[in-house]
């Protein structure tokens, strides 16, 4: 099942936060999008907004 995300977010930082986020996503055996958007959202939550909720996994067509 995947889940269909349809917001896109470009997000620049300084050289090496791109391969620090592969690295620490690799780590949690997560994707780079996935780990991205829990940590996002954790700070969202600790500054005192609720995120939005992920929406649930689409089922996949039967072949």
């Given at each position: 099942?995947?889940?269909q995300y349809?917001?896109?977010l470009?997000?620049?930082g300084p050289q090496?936060?791109?391969a620090a986020l592969n690295e620490a996503?690799?780590?949690?055996?997560?994707s780079t999008s996935e780990f991205?958007?829990?940590a996002l959202?954790?700070?969202?939550?600790?500054?005192?907004v609720?995120?939005?909720a992920s929406p649930k996994p689409r089922k996949r067509r039967e072949a």
């Open positions: 099942m995947a889940t349809i917001e896109i470009n997000v620049r090496g936060f791109m996503a690799a780590r949690e055996s997560l991205a958007r829990r959202s954790e700070r969202i939550e600790r500054v005192g609720t995120p939005p």
